[in-house]
């Protein structure tokens, strides 16, 4: 992965800018879909609040609130979206990555953070992906899944989380000693 970061990062600048704001846009447009049919399934609670249970009776009482309503295929078809925001979450994170660590020193502690940031949020977006696939075991029975099951689904939802956070720490830092390194060259 960092051979591939360290090849993005020599990439026309242009092109590069470019691929950072198409995946923006590509991001945003799928946060969009996401968010609005995650209201639609009317989940009683925030997506990290439910993902982060860590309880089957808690996650159960969610389902059956959705079923009640009548809408826990909306939920279900909000976790098929949220496979493309993962893949959006993984090309941002790529690219905007890459192009912060493009402006820094080579081997410098800058470039280090940006390609750490993005490393993070795309192992990040890994786990999103493994609790995506056990939510989709305990959608099988809504009501009735094997309880040990909820640990791991939350497990990943809470890695996922430090994970995306450090990234965008990372992201930061690195944005930060590059703007050092740039007026060190000036001055």
């Known amino acids: 992965m960092m051979k591939l970061m360290e090849r993005a990062m020599q990439m026309n600048g242009f ?32 997506y990290a609040t439910g993902q982060m249970a860590f309880s089957a009776d808690v996650t159960k009482g969610y389902y059956a609130h959705m079923e009640a309503l009548g809408t826990l295929d909306v939920y279900r078809t909000t976790q098929l979206i949220d496979f493309g925001f993962i893949a ?3 090309a941002l994170a790529f690219f ?6 493009r402006f820094a020193a080579d081997g ?5 953070a940006a390609i750490f940031a993005g490393c993070a949020v795309i ?17 099988a029975d809504p009501l009735e899944f094997t309880n040990w099951i909820a640990l791991p689904y939350s497990a990943f939802a809470s890695v996922k989380f430090v994970l995306i956070a450090l990234g965008m720490l ?4 690195a944005f930060i000693l590059t703007a050092i390194q740039a007026v060190k060259r000036v001055f």
């Open 15 to 46: 092109t590069h800018a470019g691929a950072v704001l198409v995946s923006f846009s590509g991001f945003q447009w799928v946060k969009g879909k996401l968010d609005a049919s995650y209201a639609a399934s009317n989940h009683p609670v925030d």
């Open 88 to 90: 959006g979450m993984m």
């Open 96 to 101: 905007l990555s890459t192009f912060v660590g």
């Open 108 to 112: 410098s502690w800058a470039r280090k």
């Open 123 to 139: 192992a990040g977006a890994v786990c999103d992906v493994a609790e995506n696939l056990i939510s989709f075991v305990m959608l």
């Open 170 to 173: 990372g992201l930061l830092i």
